[in-house]
């Protein structure tokens, strides 16, 4: 990518997250760190709880406290670490310069105001525009986003609309003030397939449109392979492999993400059982000192279970993976 | 929306009938006899039977029934037993004591109660949460009788602050009234705003955890853009439902707390009414009581639907 020659707009370093339940206290999400450049689609994929939307929400300074909480790390974004930024700081960020939209469109929006309010509302308050002017700005928004007849859609309530429309209407909020980040959580998973071709479609355009640097989490590697230049693979709270999109899916390093490849149906291929990870993810509570994964690789051995391999980085690539070499061989030999 | 109130206030019409059907009937059935009130312990039986007749009380008791049906039809209350004035009158005239201390005692429900209950839930398990559950389950549980006893014993006989009863009208002393009038009202409002404080308390824990209020801060809104626009309008929808019982309870409170503190309001007329069996008073209080309570609960309604887009009134009827 040519925006790698740039420096980063985002800088995230080390970051980690504890939650606390009455029972444990984990870190959900452990020593994260990357870099978003300016333009750039990043593709955070895992499977459900491995820390990745509590990524997003950590950089925003948004993670529910309690039971959340930041200890320890850094998110750099125009010169100011977000970690440290006073509450006043941050809500000068969020929404105006970085704008996030979440996975669930039916429970995102108040139920008991206007969308066009909810829209207008983030420009009055972070443009100080006017009532009216807002208003204006909301209606051009909801055209922006393919919302028929944004004018009089305006004045509906979040449940006159469908899923799709909802999210539209999100989007719209998130790109109310022109963000130069935006972080994308879960946007299509819970819509319907045709619905999520046509949000995926319009967030890529926007994307295109604005040049604004893209955070897309998702378990679904269908839309990084779509969308995402680069792509970061998180396992139990870890980035454990990180990569240009068509390297990870060429040759991918960790054996996680060869099993989640692998779990792919392949339309083209003959027809036969999908072949799924074996296990499921860890108690993050009760993790031994090893690696995460160990307990379901086909590739264990007893070093693994000694010591968590740290993300190695050559180049662009980047793996946590002592078998790594070996993993890369062939697919057909990873069970 | 007109329709719909239209459709309402027709619906109130026999809901009225039954209460004051029911009030005229167990009147009958409980013993008691206002002709020998009014004559005297010392008559003798022809001299209560006198009086009987004068008042019509020998009259079978659906020819007395029809009676005052009758007489209502014509917006004529009848006139008291005891203190042979018109009924309409004294209700009239009382009305607007019980109605300032009702509004005071519901203005201090709502103040007090919808705010301790916010803090507590913005500061849970802080010692502002402790103390307001606190205060909260003991304004729930303490009756109000014994709670207005208690107050008079402190702040008007120990520390002299305020009086123990009567009552100054608001048009001629406001601050006499408010002086007269704050016992009362603290004594009548406890069991309610406890009651409001909790559920405030815990719908707004709920709220505050729902997608859109992260959605709110998302967008970079300040506190109190999130808690008291986006969270507050969310909140009011089941604290404005439970407002309807509040009134109820404000409504059948005050006949208790207007006989302690010897306020001449509805209250305490009714009160004293049902003592005498002085019938006509206690049918027209009651009448005029239950028609206050229609009227409320319609307004509580109309207020839910403006909070609530989703509630629309008037549709498929």
């Known amino acids: 990518m040519s925006a790698r020659e740039r420096d980063p707009i985002l800088s995230v370093r080390g970051l980690t997250t504890e939650l606390r339940t009455e029972s444990s206290r984990f870190h959900a999400v452990d020593a994260v760190s990357f870099d978003l450049f300016p333009g750039e689609v990043l593709g955070i994929v895992g499977e459900s709880g491995c820390g990745k939307s509590m990524t997003a929400l950590s950089i925003l300074g948004l993670v529910p406290r309690p039971p959340g909480r930041i200890v320890a790390g850094e998110v750099w974004f125009e010169g100011r670490d977000l970690v440290r930024a006073s509450e006043r700081e941050l809500q000068r960020v969020r929404g105006a310069k970085i704008a996030m939209i979440f996975q669930e469109p039916m429970s995102s929006l108040n139920p008991v105001f206007t969308i066009g309010e909810q829209i207008a509302e983030t420009l009055r308050h972070h443009e100080r525009l006017g009532r009216r002017a807002a208003r204006e700005r909301a209606v051009e928004l909801l055209a922006k986003v393919g919302i028929p007849s944004p004018a009089e859609r305006l004045d509906s309530y979040p449940h006159e609309l469908s899923g799709g429309m909802r999210q539209r209407v999100m989007i719209a909020i998130a790109l109310a003030c022109n963000p130069k980040v935006l972080l994308a959580d879960e946007p299509t998973t819970a819509l319907d397939v045709t619905i999520q071709a046509q949000i995926l479609d319009l967030l890529q355009r926007l994307q295109a449109e604005l040049g604004m640097a893209v955070v897309i989490i998702t378990h679904d590697l269908g839309i990084v392979a779509e969308f995402a230049h680069r792509v970061l693979v998180m396992y139990a709270g870890r980035v454990i492999e990180e990569g240009a999109v068509e390297a990870i899916f060429e040759s991918p390093a960790h054996p996680y993400t060869r099993g989640l490849l692998a779990s792919l149906p392949d339309l083209e291929g003959e027809i036969g059982r999908l072949s799924a990870i074996p296990g499921s993810v860890p108690q993050m509570g009760a993790l031994g000192p090893g690696c995460r994964f160990a307990p379901r690789c086909g590739l264990v051995e007893p070093a693994c279970l000694a010591a968590d391999p740290p993300l190695a980085r050559t180049g662009a690539r980047a793996v946590a993976c002592r078998r790594a070499a070996l993993a890369a061989a062939p697919r057909e030999r990873v069970a | ?317």
């Open chain 2, 1 to 317: 929306m007109l329709r719909y109130v239209a459709h309402r206030l027709l619906a109130s019409i026999p809901v009225l009938f039954l209460v004051t059907l029911i009030s005229f009937s167990l009147m009958q059935l409980v013993p008691g006899d206002p002709a020998i009130l009014i004559a005297g312990l010392q008559a003798t039986p022809e001299e209560v039977e006198r009086v009987r007749q004068q008042l019509g009380l020998d009259q079978p008791f659906h020819v007395q029934l029809i009676s005052w049906y009758a007489h209502l039809l014509r917006g004529d209350l009848g006139s008291s037993l005891l203190l042979g004035r018109d009924v309409l009158d004294i209700i009239l005239e009382r009305l607007p004591v019980s109605f300032s201390i009702a509004l005071y005692a519901l203005l201090l429900t709502v103040g007090v109660g919808l705010v301790a209950g916010i803090l507590a839930a913005l500061r849970q398990n802080s010692w502002i949460d402790q103390l307001v559950m606190t205060v909260a389950l003991l304004g729930v549980s303490l009756p109000n009788f014994w709670l207005a006893l208690m107050f008079i014993v402190l702040f008007a006989v120990q520390l002299g602050w305020l009086p123990s009863g009567g009552y100054v009208d608001f048009r001629d002393d406001f601050w006499g009234w408010l002086r007269a009038t704050t016992l009362p009202a603290v004594s009548l409002a406890m069991l309610q705003m406890g009651l409001l404080a909790r559920i405030t308390r815990s719908t707004m824990l709920e709220v505050l955890r729902q997608d859109y209020i992260r959605t709110a801060r998302a967008k970079g809104l300040p506190q109190h853009l999130v808690v008291g626009k986006h969270a507050l309008k969310n909140v009011m929808i089941p604290v404005v439902t439970v407002l309807g019982i509040v009134l109820s309870l404000l409504l059948s409170g005050s006949v208790v707390i207007e006989t302690i503190f010897s306020i001449p309001g509805i209250g305490s007329l009714v009160g004293s009414a049902i003592l005498r069996r002085d019938y006509p008073v206690i049918q027209g209080g009651l009448l005029f009581v239950a028609t206050m309570l229609l009227l409320l609960n319609l307004v509580v309604d109309l207020i839910y639907a403006w909070l609530d887009p989703r509630i629309r009134y008037g549709h498929g009827e």
